[in-house]
């Protein structure tokens, strides 16, 4: 089953009318985006939102209010209510791309020799109680841990510290407990080297899974810190061997994870830590451009009862400087007042891989988000103006196994990631297996993370952060997570069969599967009288059982034949316009294409919804 807002939910509100809206005269022009939703779509053609989601129905389109359409599908149509459709041409300005890759980017010549090296950016990710932000402590010898309520981190905090040979490394200190792992997904995205937090005492537990899981999703390098080593119940070689168990092979047992064994509380092995840490972040070479126009990541937001709107920013490429007019990917702008490092103090510039938070937007933005500086006011202004209209018509979403198999049937997708849950272990080996069989050298399968029990809020956001498809068997998500999935854009798909479950995702992976739709009855209303009215008829109905509703299909029956089925063109509540009618209710109901009702007819009324 698909997780999906049903169409016409919270419409907005539309003018009566007692006629049908009227076409627009066939040589007015009509300018359409690439993509809009259709609400916008019916304020540009100038008829009633569900007006047009009827259209688009009977054009195989199910659609919501706030989903979006391609310019094919509106400029098809415009045409059908006589409007000449034009496609918008996309003006030349830069917009801040949503999420972009840590990945090395090819350079030209000239851009390599502008690049420099930059410290390497380190999320700490594990289980809560672990030690992650003790161990944080002792490398930057503070006390951030006894300022934490109940010593469990609150928020992502960003910090840059120097090492004794003068070399800079930034640490993400994200959350490990449960109800934060939304923040923890982020920081993943973010980051250059992850190092994985397990306590030597306690070994491997379900939120360092998901924190492995994270981290192999942002395809990043993985450091094992063994914390407490100091403990009299402390057993490294468990460790160890549970670490092989998720395939994280150490070093010494012919893998290449490089694990090492430290104590927060004494501070022994943080000095090994580091100076593994500088040597993987020098394989990767990692550099950037400071004499740019600054961009990166917002890694927090908060809002100041006496500074206002407050943002921790991570250069990624570039120095941002006091004064610089900054746009966030989110649609608004600032312009920097005054920049501060993690322990206040105040600074003009901050280059690559530099975590600073900045006072000067004007309002809280949302982590995760990316920035780009840009010259003007101006230039700003125009952005805005254009990410907000595009986030409007298509938002971000991850993709749906329909929208994979059209990508892999067209050539523009080559893999499927997928996030597994079942309510036992004895059924993810089985799924699994079958599912690796499908695999191929032209298209690729990642189970990304898997596990046992209820869909969860940390499944849909490492779906956010790896564009995966979240795949359910004998298991099922809570209320609350389903509308997380909604607004994320993230598709739940749950199955009671396993080959039901296998054959989706084979046909996915063949570009085969195609959308399913099935008929939901709402109601029944008989006819009692007929009345003439320009150009049809309109059925005077007493509703017998469930509802009467306005946008979806009826079938005319007689004496139990069918006799017409179309699109309901009218549903009238004496002289009202009515969206639905209850059953016990009278109404006038008018049907596409059908004026020969008479007393007695049956009315069925229906609406598709997708599988």
């Not at 119940?233 to 430290?262: F, Y």
């Not at 690729?444 to 499944?459: A, P, Q």
């Amino acid at each position: 089953m698909k997780h999906q807002s049903s169409i016409g939910k919270s419409p907005s509100p539309v003018k009566k009318a007692s006629a049908p809206p009227k076409p627009a005269e066939p040589s007015m022009d009509l300018v359409l985006p690439k993509s809009l939703t259709v609400k916008q779509l019916a304020d540009l053609i100038g008829i009633s939102p569900i007006e047009t989601i009827k259209r688009l129905m009977r054009r195989g389109v199910m659609a919501s209010l706030n989903q979006a359409v391609d310019y094919e599908t509106a400029a098809a149509l415009a045409t059908e209510l006589g409007r000449h459709p034009i496609l918008e041409q996309e003006q030349e300005v830069k917009v801040p791309k949503e999420a972009p890759a840590p990945k090395k980017a090819a350079v030209s010549k000239k851009e390599a020799k502008a690049l420099k090296p930059r410290p390497p950016v380190v999320t700490v990710l594990g289980h809560v109680d672990h030690g992650k932000t003790s161990l944080l402590d002792a490398i930057r010898k503070s006390h951030v841990a006894a300022t934490e309520a109940g010593e469990i981190t609150q928020h992502i905090g960003a910090y840059q510290v120097k090492t004794e040979d003068g070399h800079e490394i930034t640490f993400i200190d994200t959350p490990g407990h449960e109800a934060f792992t939304a923040m923890r997904a982020r920081g993943a995205r973010v980051t250059d080297i992850a190092i994985l937090v397990v306590a030597a005492d306690d070994g491997i537990m379900p939120q360092t899974v998901e924190a492995i899981d994270h981290a192999r999703a942002a395809e990043v390098p993985i450091l094992v810190a063994m914390n407490k080593v100091d403990k009299p119940t402390a057993d490294v070689e468990r460790v160890k061997k549970q670490l092989s168990e998720h395939n994280l092979i150490i070093e010494e047992w012919g893998g290449d994870v490089i694990a090492i064994p430290v104590s927060a509380k004494k501070g022994t092995g943080i000095k090994d830590l580091l100076d593994h840490i500088l040597i993987v972040a020098e394989l990767a070479e990692l550099k950037a451009n400071p004499d740019t126009p600054a961009s990166g990541v917002v890694i927090e937001s908060k809002l100041d009862n006496t500074r206002g709107a407050l943002a921790t920013l991570l250069i990624q490429k570039g120095t941002l400087k006091i004064g610089d007019v900054v746009v966030v990917a989110d649609s608004h702008w600032g312009k920097v007042k005054a920049m501060f490092t993690y322990d206040g103090k105040r600074v003009k510039t901050a280059g690559p891989s530099m975590p600073v938070e900045i006072m000067g937007l004007g309002e809280v933005t949302h982590a995760g988000k990316t920035f780009n500086v840009v010259a003007s006011d101006r230039e700003a202004r125009t952005i805005v103006e254009k990410t907000q209209a595009r986030q409007q018509a298509a938002k971000l979403k991850a993709p749906t196994l329909d929208d994979v198999s059209a990508q892999i049937r067209s050539g523009e997708a080559k893999g499927l990631n997928l996030i597994l849950k079942a309510d036992v272990q004895g059924s993810i080996d089985p799924i699994k297996r079958s599912l690796e069989k499908l695999e191929s050298e032209k298209m690729k399968l990642r189970v990304i993370h898997s596990g046992t029990g209820s869909i969860t809020e940390s499944d849909v956001m490492l779906a956010v952060a790896s564009g995966a498809v979240i795949v359910g068997f004998n298991t099922r998500a809570e209320p609350r997570v389903l509308r997380l999935a909604e607004s994320e854009g993230v598709e739940i798909r749950t199955y009671q069969i396993i080959y039901r479950l296998v054959d989706d995702v084979e046909k996915t992976l063949k570009g085969m599967l195609e959308p399913t739709y099935v008929d939901v009855i709402d109601g029944h209303a008989e006819v009692r009288a007929t009345f003439k009215v320009k150009g049809g008829a309109i059925a005077g109905c007493y509703v017998i059982d469930g509802k009467a509703i306005r946008s979806g299909t009826a079938k005319v029956t007689r004496k139990s034949e069918t006799v017409h089925q179309g699109a309901v063109s009218s549903l009238k509540h004496f002289k009202d316009d009515v969206s639905e009618m209850p059953s016990g209710s009278e109404c006038g109901v008018g049907v596409e294409g059908f004026s020969a009702f008479a007393v007695g007819d049956i009315i069925e009324f229906s609406h598709k919804e997708r599988q």
